[in-house]
């Protein structure tokens, strides 16, 4: 059990003594498992809470400061330990393939896409998937200038002094390189110095690390570059950011450049041109992995024409050019002891298995999910059976089967009631067809204390609205107290007027909180009271609408009266606003459908309306708003000769045009190739502007098979 903490203010002197030493010790030993073991055992804001408590006691009783407190060192902090780089060009990830098939689909949609035949054959790499860290490093006129790890794809952590240390990483050049370079590759470490460290460690009586990857991440997030220094990281480079001057044109030309540079580039990477080559490459790499002296997770496959990568582009996240064929997962048996219920914010049950901790894949796994009823009943999994488990990256790891029972395994009953409070029924749920799902849900929607809940923790949480002291702990206290309440996302903002309704003694009298603590909430509240509009559509927790589609929304929507207006019109049944959103790249008919049942619910536009009422949302950035068809509505039909459908429709967006499937009074552009019907005539009647897809690249100014 974790003590109360008391408010700072209520300390007396020996009660602040005390708490001082036992925060040094604790925050010295997250320090330890954060920087050293690159294993943190609490998120960032609570290190911050303890961090600001130590330093709150200090305020209140200066004498008492320890002469090594954790407000006195350098560099200790998580969050501002590193400075911050922004990466020119985002570094993203790649789609996954579990199967020959799903690479084969890969495949087959990068043909589809270019609108080539099957005879003229595309090529594509295959370069092994190395389990470590990505980096990005950059050069300015052939000198090594920054380094920045990859962070959230966007913003990466500054670790340029310690990649200096990194012996296979050119700190310069050869002369005739661009004047720009940004090379992108892994940073790893070889097994057997992740085994030599280990003994080291073992030996001084230090904790020893987990995995290669966890230590080459580990290691370079010192804040003492010296002991990066002293760690043998290696480097194989397999990408590039921005470059003022491409000198290749293929990716097996560049990995070749880069290699002339003095990169070190895989040596499994091949070119090849068929499907069956590049699987069969696969499992041949699959085959040698264990003798490889790193650990590779897989193998990526890229087309290897750089023109052809161009116009395959991206989609939100990840290129479509690219893919990792991954190998399969990594398995272990331990007895599961018990099945826990869970209630998630959409309501759902999910049967969560406790297991005796084991580990898989260097990594200490004690839970694993059992996915719903259905699930159980197949695997016919008891409690205290031997069970198989599996992970698969950082996914949560799932149960594969019951490896043997025991006489005295106990079968699990499923609950016919939810665990909240007001015992609602659960339902199952039913399929398109009409079928009974697997799927058991809580009735009881909002008056489902566990759903609200759940509600009100995504709203919080980092990629939603990010207010400092307000987590998943707070929300519990706030959401079930009485006189100052939490309960929907107004609340969360109306807190400070309602404390002041009462002189603003309840917060600051609460338990764990004080004068400065509750000051510092209600700052953290109205630092949030401003808004980028795709963290509050992801905040919402509308089913099925993650930060990636709250992202497209955002972006093809513009503003919160635009979102809003689209969102309320297809709760009506509005077809033309029901489109519009299903031509969005990435979202489909399951986006829209769960967007018109949440805003079809009158209680959760009364939940918005009231939290829009406290809000000022930022509008989102339009992509590209130079681009001659920014902004516009554009409708292509008839058969396009140039350009594939998907391609027309990627282009479209990238120039931050909206790509709708029917011509209404809101089209703008109507692009009609040969053979074009009935939306031209519609087109024409209503005054649209009509080209062919010449006219199309020429307002764009792009030019054609770009
Ligand atoms: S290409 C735009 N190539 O895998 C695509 N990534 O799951 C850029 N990785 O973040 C990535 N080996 O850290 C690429 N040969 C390889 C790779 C590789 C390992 C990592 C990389 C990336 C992650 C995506």
Redesign the pocket.
Known sequence: MKKETKPVDALSEAEAKTELERLATEIARHDEAYHRQDAPVIADAEYDALKRRNLAIEESFPHLRLADSPSLKVGAPVAEGFGKITHRVP????D?AFSDDEVRDFVHSVYRFLGKLPDQSIAFTA????????MSIRYEDGKLVSAAT?GDGTIGENVTANVRTISEIPNTLPEGAPSVVEV?G?VYMAKEDFLALNERMAAEGKQTYVNPRNTAAGSLRQLDASVTASRKLRF?A??WGEMSDMPADTQHGMIEVLSSWGFPV?PLTKRLESIEAMIDHYNGIGLARGDLSYDIDGV?Y?VDRLDLQGRLGFRSR??RW?I?HKFPAEKAATRLTAIDIQVGRTGALTPVARLEPITVGGVVVTNATLHNAGEIERLGVKIGDMVQIQRAGDVIPQVLGVVSSPDDAVEFEFPATCPCDLKTPVVREETASGVEGVIRRCSGEFACPFQRKEHLKHFVSRKAFDIDGLGEKQIEYFYDDETLPIRQPADIFTLKARDEANGLQRLKNREGYGETSARKLFDAIESRREIALDRLIFALGIRHVGEQTAKTLARAYGDWASVHEAALEIAGGDQVAMEEMDALDDIGPAVVEAVGRFFGEPHNVDMVDRLTAELTILEAEKPSQDSAVAGLTVVFTGSLEQMTRDEAKAMAERLGAKVAGSVSKKTDILVAGPGAGSKLTKAQELGVRTMDEDGWFELVGVAPGR
Request: no cysteine.
């Open positions: 570094m993203l990830s790649l996954n370069e092994p998937k190395i389990d470590g860290l990505s990859r992108r892994e194989f397999y990408a895989n990526v890229k990840s290129p690219a990792a």
